[in-house]
């Protein structure tokens, strides 16, 4: 099994920075796509950001050239650096990974999730 442990988030003054981490731990083969997500109150779950295995990063419009995100491979971590940090930023942030595990017998692809932390920004 694999879990996904979201840190990081909390409340911060608009135009401030955060920094999310997301930790992989489990019987993990290979990782390949990291995500963050976020949920304001009253709104769909829309995606942030994403890495792939190569490297390769993937924003939505509304965090370009405020957000990024970086992986620590060694050490099964995401992160979401976040800066300039906006009001409208105010969302649960969840951590998703396509993960795979391997048995014996076979190596299994799925779709994790973290439990998701708030961030809040706010004076």
């Known amino acids: 099994q694999v879990q996904l442990v979201e840190s990081g988030g909390g409340l911060v003054q608009p135009g401030g920075s955060l920094r999310l981490s997301c930790a992989a731990s489990?019987?993990?083969?290979?990782?390949?796509?990291m995500r963050w997500y976020r949920q304001a109150p009253g709104k769909e779950r829309e995606l942030v950001a994403a890495?792939?295995?190569?490297?390769?990063?993937n924003y939505v419009d509304s965090v370009k050239g405020r957000f990024t995100i970086s992986r620590d491979n060694a050490k099964n971590t995401v992160y979401l650096q976040m800066n300039s940090l906006k009001p409208e930023d105010t969302a649960v942030y969840y951590c998703?990974?396509?993960?795979?595990?391997?048995?014996?017998?076979?190596?299994?692809?799925?779709?994790?999730w973290g439990q998701g932390t708030q961030v809040t920004v706010s004076s």
């Open positions: 890495i792939i295995s190569g490297g390769s990063t």
């Open positions: 489990g019987n993990i083969f290979s990782i390949n796509v």
């Open positions: 998703n990974g396509i993960i795979a595990t391997m048995t014996m017998t076979m190596t299994t692809w799925d779709d994790y």
